[in-house]
């Protein structure tokens, strides 16, 4: 795979071999990093089949010694990621400019650093609009570009452009009565470069339902009971937190045998960003 463009130089060759079982996965705690895509275009796609499929798994708000591999005190079992650990490589020397959602999200998905854009501290609240400018480069558009088939599936965080009856901002502390769910939401992951798209804004903000590609499931029309973990607002009738990692993983491992099947030569790349450890804790009894 050759990468090319004002600040994309030649990928290193031992990133290009293929990976065990053709799937390279990254499992990132929330810190940004910084990948060199930069704003232009890449030329060239892969001249054979040797690409691998790639899975970046993002951990919202997992602290570095909760994995039993990097803390052999630490209190969870982690059997799974730590054979991970052991089958792949770990790198132990991060630095981060920030370790909160929206602007790690934005590190990850553009390699820019954060704070160059409107948001200068903290992280975009219910109803903001979109954060990825339009015309920035993004991972997935960098891999749409090398002839991948991409898809986001988990906690987006990044903003959207909520449409409304009345063409004013979505109406926040409320029921967003002004939010106009039939129709399709633009500035989300399908205009930043993924072909497929299932997830919540944020499991803690409305409103409370599914969103799939550039539409919500559902109306959302009961307000949030305030037992419920979140910030008041709308919410689909009979929406349950506990339901959300369940349901994330059913839809990303769906997504991959999908498209495994329909298309078997043509590279994947998943984005998950989960959920969880970041409130609402909302375990699944199964778990």
Request: glycine share 8%; net charge positive; with cysteine.
């Amino acid at each position: 795979m050759q990468l090319t463009s004002s600040r994309v130089k030649h990928a290193p060759s031992h990133l290009l071999r293929p990976f065990p079982h053709e799937i390279a996965t990254l499992i990132l705690t929330s810190l940004t990093v910084c990948l060199p895509i930069g704003a232009g275009k890449c030329e060239g796609k892969p001249k054979n089949d040797s690409v691998p499929n790639i899975v970046l798994i993002l951990a919202d708000d997992m602290g570095y010694g909760d994995l039993g591999c990097q803390n052999s005190q630490s209190k969870v079992p982690t059997p799974n990621m730590d054979r991970l650990a052991r089958q792949g490589s770990r790198f132990t020397d991060a630095h981060s400019p920030s370790a909160v959602c929206t602007p790690t999200r934005y590190g990850i998905l553009t390699g820019r650093f954060c704070w160059r854009t409107r948001l200068k501290r903290w992280v975009l609240w219910s109803w903001d609009g979109p954060l990825l400018e339009p015309d920035r480069l993004t991972l997935p558009e960098l891999l749409k570009q090398q002839g991948y088939e991409t898809a986001a599936v988990g906690k987006w965080h990044l903003g959207m452009s909520w449409p409304t009856t009345d063409g004013k901002q979505p109406k926040k502390g409320g029921m967003a009565e002004n939010v106009d769910f039939s129709r399709p939401i633009k500035g989300g992951p399908l205009d930043h470069g993924f072909d497929y798209y299932f997830g919540v804004d944020v499991p803690n903000f409305p409103p409370y339902c599914y969103i799939e590609n550039d539409r919500t499931i559902g109306t959302p029309t009961e307000p949030k009971p305030k037992a419920m973990f979140g910030a008041h607002g709308p919410m689909l009738p009979g929406w349950n937190l506990v339901n959300i990692m369940p349901d994330l993983t059913e839809k990303a491992v769906a997504w991959i045998d999908r498209e495994a099947k329909k298309s078997p030569r043509k590279p994947l790349f998943l984005y998950f960003p989960l959920t969880a450890p970041h409130t609402p804790i909302a375990a699944c009894p199964a778990v």
